[in-house]
């Protein structure tokens, strides 16, 4: 069994649409695949509906949240997206996707960058806007050779010259409202340091002392001492360990499926979640 726990559609910043995205999983040979688009659930009902025989849909989303002044992201599994806390919380976080988007585009033509408000939201589309937008902006612009190169201290990581910080939710907060919704929370690629600053193992405990349930450790953006530390650390503190490509279409050159979880941590996240059950496909065509 392959199992893909992170990808993004145009419901938030990919470029596959949610029925593409599924019809694609299935095509690189997946048997399980989780859509986890940025503070959102939007795209589910599509995915849903397109899903083929023999490709299960885990549904979820990553939140956006910030602990001590570092961002970080927080997935959620199998969580009731109709929970009105949990989806005020995504709501508030939404919503404060484009004045901020605006904020970093104004930041950059402080820096000379030509960039236009325009060419961003055309790329974004129906999607919620973010980073990955901007930093296409900035490939089409010649400023930068791909999306990761964009997420740097010179322009959009963490702090970065054009960075601006946008609502997010306290961890600790996510954790107890996805636990609320029926949910199950995991970590996403908590040693992603050239995004910026990276949260302590400490307070990686603190968050699996409040319930957090695992810990994505196989991911493109952790080299292999990375990985290493971080699962010793996921096996000190009785933390899952997922694997999973965080999937962006062709914004990001990692395949689905590149990165995989055992399917033995992906039938306990099944165990755990009491607000949604995985979508087995109904045969949604494989063609568009």
Not at 100 to 124: T, Y
Not at 129 to 144: F, Y
Not at 195 to 205: L, P, Y
Not at 239 to 257: C, I, P, Q
Request: charged share 25%; hydrophobic share 40%.
């Amino acid at each position: 069994m392959r199992v893909d726990l992170h990808t993004h559609s145009t419901a938030s910043d990919g470029t596959d649409t949610p029925a593409e995205l599924v019809r694609n999983a299935a095509a690189a040979g997946l048997d399980v695949v989780a859509l986890t688009d940025h503070d959102s659930t939007r795209g589910h009902a599509e995915a849903i509906a397109a899903l083929p025989a023999g490709l299960t849909l885990v549904t979820g989303a990553e939140l956006s949240c910030r602990l001590d002044g570092i961002g970080l992201h927080m997935l959620a599994y199998l969580f009731d997206p109709d929970e009105p806390e949990l989806a005020r919380e995504r709501e508030l976080v939404r919503d404060d996707r484009v004045p901020r988007a605006q904020g970093m585009v104004g930041k950059l033509r402080e820096l000379g960058v030509p960039i236009e408000w325009d060419q961003v939201a055309r790329i974004a589309g129906d999607g919620s806007v973010g980073r990955p937008h901007i930093a296409s902006a900035l490939m089409e612009l010649g400023v930068v050779e791909s999306v990761s190169d964009a997420f740097t201290p010179d322009w959009l990581a963490n702090g970065g010259r054009a960075y601006v910080e946008k609502h997010e939710l306290d961890p600790f907060d996510a954790i107890r409202l996805v636990k609320a919704a029926g949910g199950v929370t995991v970590f996403a690629h908590p040693g992603a340091a050239k995004r910026g600053d990276t949260v302590s193992e400490s307070a990686i405990a603190a968050l699996a002392a409040a319930g957090l349930d695992g810990i994505e450790v196989d991911h493109m953006d952790h080299d292999g001492p990375t990985r290493a530390r971080i699962r010793g650390l996921a096996a000190d503190l009785g933390l899952l360990t997922t694997g999973s490509s965080d999937y962006h279409g062709s914004r990001k050159t990692v395949r689905l499926g590149e990165f995989t979880t055992d399917p033995e941590i992906y039938g306990e996240i099944t165990r755990r979640a009491t607000g949604a059950f995985p979508v087995p496909g109904a045969g949604g065509s494989l063609l568009p």
